[in-house]
């Protein structure tokens, strides 16, 4: 089965810092990556995906990150965050199984706080 | 498009009594997902249905919890009989199909708090 690690559980950073926030998945098969934000008291959103082609993949606000097949990572990249980023990272893996099918698997989170 | 809605926001029982949480999917979704949120398991997958049918309940964590899917546009998650390690929040997710490339959209959840 596959599997989603997040390896930074909490961040604490000063606006401007740069961010990058480790992801990896165990899975030899097709993956499709996401990262999803959810902002204090509200929902899950969408962030960026990768499915294919250019590995780098641009999100929304700023965001960005790399697959990277090798490592079976996927870490999500901002060269200079922001108070408003505060927020709770979540990496998810949507696997291709091998019976037909697939499965979103979510990382536990990383917690990121931005101090002015 | 209001997006996925989800009710109540917020229940507080207590032990033993019976709990309903509900959700609405985006219209023309096929695809709806209950997961649970907590801080020492994160975010799980409880059960997910495609055109109103079941497809996995293998995150379900007892038989006290049950979800149903009656028509295109409502689900419901029961839990009975609650107890406090089922407090958590459970969000209700929606995509157009199964289609791995799809983007699960979340409702705003319930907070649940079981006494």
């Known amino acids: 089965a596959q599997s989603v690690s997040q390896h930074n559980h909490h961040v604490i950073l000063s606006e401007a810092a740069s961010l990058e926030l480790g992801c990896n998945y165990s899975?030899?098969?097709?993956?499709?990556l996401f990262w999803y934000v959810q902002y204090p008291g509200q929902h899950l959103q969408l962030l960026l995906k990768y499915f294919s082609g250019d590995p780098l993949v641009k999100g929304i606000k700023g965001f960005e990150a790399e697959f990277i097949k090798s490592k079976f990572s996927f870490n999500l990249r901002k060269p200079s965050v922001q108070w408003s980023d505060t927020a709770e990272y979540f990496c998810?893996?949507?696997?291709?199984?091998?019976?037909?099918?697939?499965?979103?698997?979510f990382g536990t989170g990383t917690q990121l706080k931005v101090e002015l | 498009d209001a997006g996925v809605i989800q009710s109540p926001r917020h229940e507080v029982t207590e032990m033993g009594q019976e709990v309903t949480l509900r959700c609405k999917p985006i219209?023309?979704?096929?695809?709806l997902f209950w997961y649970r949120q907590t801080m020492m398991r994160g975010l799980e997958l409880l059960i997910y249905?495609?055109?109103?049918?079941?497809?996995?309940d293998s995150g379900m964590p007892e038989d006290r919890f049950s979800a149903k899917m009656p028509n295109a546009s409502f689900s419901t998650l029961k839990i009975q009989p609650s107890e406090p390690r089922d407090s958590a929040v459970y969000f209700c997710?929606?995509?157009?199909?199964?289609?791995?490339?799809?983007?699960?959209?979340f409702g705003p959840g319930t907070r649940l708090t079981v006494l």
């Open positions: 997710a929606s995509s157009p199909d199964l289609a791995y490339n799809n983007e699960q959209f």
């Open positions: 998810a893996v949507n696997a291709i199984l091998t019976g037909g099918g697939n499965k979103l698997t």
């Open positions: 219209s023309g979704h096929n695809s």
């Open positions: 249905f495609n055109n109103n049918v079941p497809i996995d």
């Open positions: 899975y030899g098969g097709t993956v499709n």
